[in-house]
C-alpha cells in the first residue's frame, strides 16, 4: 500500500531557532499534502493543505509566515518552524493524498517538537 | 461550533464484551466518512471507511446515518488490543482534507 514517511520523528530545538520537517511520499504521487497538529489529548487540527507547486492554504489562525510550507515536488513536502516558541511544542502529521483511486488519505508517522 | 462531535470517554470494557461509538457531523455536505485508530503518541491509521449501506470488517461494523448525520462502530467481542483512540473523520471527497473529531479513548480491561 501507499507509504508516508515523515522525518524527524523527534526533535528537540532551542527557543528562536528553526526547524524542518519533512514528508515524502515513497510510492505514489502526492498531489496534495495536509500538515496537522496534536496538542495532548486533542484532536488533529488542520494547519494547512499543500498542492505542488503552488502555494499552501493555511487554515485560520495558522501564521503562514511562521510555519513555512513548500512542497516542490510530487513527493515532498517540508513543513519549517521559524522563530519557534516552547508554545508551539507539539505533534505535527502530514499526510497525502493523490494519484491513485478511492478517497484514503494516507499518514506520515508524525514528529514530535519540544522547544526548549 | 463543533463540526465532528464525539463521546471523549473513556469507555471501559471488559474483554469478549461489545461496544459502539457515535460520532456526529453539521456539514450535511460531507461525502466521505472514515473511522480511524488512534494508539498512544503514534499517527492515526485507517480502520475503516463507512459507506451508505453499512459495511462490516471481523469484528467492526460501521453505519452511516445522512439523515440524522451521524456515523457508528461497533466492536463485537473486543480484544486488549483494541484499546486505543478512535477518530472520527468526515471529508469532503479525496483531496479536500479531513476534519477530525477529538477521538473516543477505548480501554480494554482483562
Known amino acids: 500500500g501507499a507509504v508516508v514517511s515523515q522525518h524527524p520523528s523527534r526533535v528537540i530545538c532551542k527557543s528562536g531557532t528553526s526547524v524542518k520537517i519533512e514528508c515524502r511520499s515513497l510510492d505514489f504521487q502526492a498531489t496534495t499534502m495536509f500538515w496537522y497538529r496534536q496538542f495532548p489529548k486533542q484532536s488533529l487540527m488542520l494547519m494547512a493543505t499543500?498542492?505542488?507547486?503552488?502555494?499552501?492554504?493555511?487554515e485560520q489562525g495558522v501564521e503562514k509566515d511562521k510555519f513555512l510550507i513548500n512542497h516542490a515536488s510530487l513527493t515532498l513536502s517540508t513543513l519549517t518552524v521559524t522563530s519557534a516558541h516552547p508554545e508551539d511544542s507539539s505533534f505535527y502529521i502530514c499526510?497525502?493524498?493523490?494519484?491513485?483511486?478511492?478517497?484514503?488519505?494516507?499518514f506520515g508517522e508524525g514528529s514530535w517538537l519540544t522547544v526548549v | 461550533r463543533k463540526e465532528v462531535e464525539q463521546d471523549p470517554g473513556p469507555f471501559n470494557v471488559p474483554e469478549g464484551a461489545t461496544v459502539a461509538f457515535n460520532c456526529t457531523y453539521s456539514n450535511s455536505a460531507s461525502q466521505s466518512f472514515f473511522w480511524y485508530r488512534q494508539d498512544c503518541r503514534k499517527e492515526p491509521k485507517l480502520l475503516m471507511s463507512v459507506y451508505s449501506s453499512g459495511n462490516e470488517d471481523g469484528r467492526f461494523t460501521a453505519q452511516l446515518n445522512r439523515a440524522s448525520q451521524y456515523i457508528s462502530l461497533l466492536i463485537r467481542d473486543s480484544k486488549l488490543s483494541d484499546s486505543a483512540t478512535y477518530l472520527c473523520v468526515v471529508s469532503g471527497g479525496g483531496a479536500d482534507g479531513l476534519t477530525f473529531g477529538k477521538g473516543t479513548h477505548l480501554i480494554i480491561q482483562p
Open positions: 499526510s497525502a493524498a493523490g494519484d491513485y483511486s478511492g478517497n484514503t488519505i494516507y
Open positions: 499543500s498542492n505542488e507547486g503552488s502555494k499552501a492554504t493555511y
